[in-house]
């Protein structure tokens, strides 16, 4: 039986961060008028985070989209330097979708490195290769006209391309995974990209599950469910939470409302029940960026270190355990691009309205970023993904 040096380095590596239980938020490249974030803008985000009055452990992790600084070709992305500054763990995310190649964001990250060494690169916990790339690309994003995704070929691809690219470099044995909608991971013709991958990162939004009674109170169980099932696939590799939230303000979405009062309770019963502190967890969001989205998902305004609503867990909480294993009836997946893109990377491109066609335009190397009009949330899910766990 032999190793690999390389597969041995892997596993270490993900044993090494399996153990800590990161606790943050998401963080985009852009401001929510499209302008580009700078590092006082990082700044005042991840000190806000570490200090959220009642939090329940310290937020001193992030989520990034993207290596790239907005509206740039290949500059580092300069929330590493704000990171550097405020002693925040980094998740690193390749922005995959609509691309043929990952180029510029190798040479970002390559940059950053030459840069700032091993302050930057002790800071590093991971790297995703895309953001619900295949999602986009499923039958049930390309209803929902989520915008241009890429192939688990392309994806696979990619995180070749990265580990080639770093194999001799500090970065070369950090865990590369790759983040996606829970209906993704029990997809068969994605197997290629979870074998490739030494961590799977979900994002799950009961919020947008309609067709399945996604009211408040079912919340807990919808995640539940698609957590479970995303385990069951997962084949022993860990899960990581990537993304999950409720909405405080916005439109009602079937059965689901929008308000402070649910978005603490989805905090309850989804975030202090099941995930912080017992799993990697990127909470959506800390500031919304999403301008096209009427749904807002933000813990605070303004970056306030006082939180909407009291962040401190109870120590009991309603949703039935044993529920979870009852699969819902109706479809599967949230119906939307809502979060990943322009919450997300880099420079803007696309025009609204129908959101699947406007992928092209000015594209910088910091990864598309598509609008996404209140047309891209309707439509529903594919049934039939249950026929698959
Ligand atoms: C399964 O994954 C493939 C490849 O990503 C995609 O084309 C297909 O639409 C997915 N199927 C479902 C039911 O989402
Ligand atoms: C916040 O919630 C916790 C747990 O339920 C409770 O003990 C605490 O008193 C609450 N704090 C405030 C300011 O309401």
Redesign the pocket.
Known sequence: MRFTSSLVASALAVGASAGNNYLGFNSGATLADRSAKFKADFTAEFKTAQGLK?APGKFNAVRLYTNIQAYSQDDPIQAFEAAIDTQTSVLLGVWASGVDNIDNEINALKKAVSQYGTKFTDLVIGISIGSEDLYRNSVTGVKNKAGVGNSPEAIVGFINNFKTAFADNPLGKIPVGHVDTWDVWPNATNKAVLDAIDWIGVDEYPYYENGKGNNIKNAGNLFDHAYDATIAAANGKPVWVTETGWPATGPDWDQAQPSVENAKYYWDEVGCRKLFNKTPTFWYNLRDSNPDNTMKFAVTKDLSTTPLF?L???TTFDTNPSSSSDKPSGTASRPTGVTAATATSGSVSGTGGSAAATTTGSRSGSGTVQKLSAASYAGVAIAGVYALL
């Open positions: 009642g009291n401190t867990c109870p």
